[in-house]
Structure formats: structure tokens, C-alpha cells
């Protein structure tokens, strides 16, 4: 059975730092993985898809790499902001037809 | 495009009552799901559907009930509400299938519900 973990489970830093959010899985066949930011109080927002056959997403300041031979995926952030403060969660897909396996989320505030 | 839409946003029910939550999505989507998020939880699958007349039980189906008649609806049912069942619950959509480019999963803003 798929299990998705995110270290740390919470993390405060200073405006302006780059920092990198992590999160392992244990099946390493899977078909794609899909990180989101969570305001609270609110729904899901994606930020980045990775399908297995890629190593990398970018979008503006984040990028998401894959490694899915050691089960591992990095959401790296630059130049962080307050309004980056979120909850980010990591799920991965086993195909295009199962759901999603989350993992319980990194909650980040960013200190102005 | 709407994208996936909830209904309602907040609903406060008494033990016992019953009541459906709807999502609806206009993306042409094949694959939707439900979830419920708690404090400490994270977000757990109640059910989901590959496509119309197509559902299937996720890790947490009791209490619940889904039926998937359209490819742009998919309703959850509460059949007796109880005080577990308090959580806010979101539904979720993707194109489905084997085609790699279109399986971003996209959530609706979610229902908070309240079981007395």
C-alpha cells in the first residue's frame, strides 16, 4: 500500500530565504505526482504535476523534482514571501485511473 | 470554466438527518472523487468514480453513498448523519484514463459540515 510522507510537519523562515519541502513514498511505481498549496479554510491549489517520466517541473519560483527510484520529491521555493504561507501537500498517482495517496502536509509561514 | 464547483459551503445537520453534498465539474472530466479533511487526518478517499454509471469505495465509504448518472455530477450522500462524520469534505476531478497530459487533478473549494 502506497504511503506518502512530508517532512517537516511544519517550518518557519524568514522572508526572503529559498527553502525546499520534502516528500518521500514508499511504491516507487507510480504514474505521476502532484504537489498543492492549502490556505486555510480553503481548497486544494495545484502547483506542480510530475509525470514519472520526468525529473523536474518549474513554475515561476517553485520547482518540483522527482526521483523515483529512492521514492523522493522536493519542492523547492525561491526567494520566499509571506503570502507563501500555505499548507503544501504531495500526492502521488499510481495510474490515470486511482486516486491520489496524500501526504499529511508541510504547513510553512513565511516571517516578514 | 467554473472548473469544479461544491455545494452548499456550510451545513450544520442533526444526528440522524440525511442530506446529499453536490459537485459538479465543466471540464469534461472522467475522473472524480471525493475526500473528507480532518485536523490531524489529512485528506481521506470516501469514493470515487472513473466515469459514469463506473464508482468504487475509497479507505473510508461507511455512512456514505455516491452514484455517478452524468459525467458532470457526482453527489455524496449522507444516509444517517452521526458526529464522526463532521469534516469538511471536498471533491476533486481529472481527465482519467492513459493519457499522461491531462491527469492534474483539480479540487472544488469544499463543504463544511457540521453533524449535531
Not at chain 1, 504535476?49 to 527510484?69: F, H, M, Y
Not at chain 2, 469544479?4 to 444526528?15: G, I, M, R
Not at chain 2, 470516501?46 to 464508482?55: D, E, K, L, M, P
Amino acid at each position: 500500500k502506497q504511503e506518502v510522507t512530508q517532512i517537516p510537519a511544519a517550518l518557519s523562515v524568514p522572508e526572503g530565504e529559498n527553502l525546499v519541502l520534502n516528500c518521500s513514498f514508499t511504491d516507487s511505481a507510480i504514474y505521476n505526482l502532484q504537489w498543492f498549496r492549502q490556505d486555510p479554510g480553503k481548497g486544494l491549489t495545484s502547483l506542480l504535476l510530475i509525470q514519472s517520466s520526468q525529473r523536474e517541473q518549474t513554475s515561476g519560483r517553485l520547482n518540483a523534482s522527482l526521483d523515483k527510484s529512492s521514492g523522493r520529491s522536493t519542492l523547492y521555493i525561491a526567494a520566499s514571501q509571506p503570502g507563501d504561507s500555505a499548507t503544501y501537500l504531495c500526492a502521488v498517482g499510481d495510474s490515470g485511473n486511482t486516486p491520489l495517496v496524500f501526504g499529511k502536509g508541510t504547513r510553512l509561514s513565511v516571517i516578514a | 470554466n467554473a472548473g469544479v464547483t461544491q455545494t452548499p459551503k456550510f451545513q450544520v445537520l442533526k444526528t440522524g438527518q440525511s442530506m446529499t453534498l453536490q459537485c459538479a465539474q465543466d471540464m469534461n472530466h472522467e475522473y472524480m472523487s471525493w475526500y473528507r479533511q480532518d485536523p490531524g487526518m489529512g485528506l481521506r478517499l470516501i469514493h470515487y468514480s472513473v466515469g459514469a454509471g463506473i464508482t468504487d469505495q475509497g479507505e473510508v465509504p461507511n455512512g456514505y453513498n455516491v452514484s455517478r448518472s452524468t459525467t458532470e455530477d457526482f453527489p455524496l450522500r449522507l444516509l444517517s448523519a452521526a458526529p464522526s462524520q463532521t469534516s469538511v469534505y471536498f471533491c476533486a476531478s481529472s481527465y482519467g484514463g492513459d493519457s499522461r497530459s491531462y491527469n492534474e487533478q483539480f479540487f472544488g473549494p469544499g463543504t463544511r459540515l457540521t453533524v449535531l
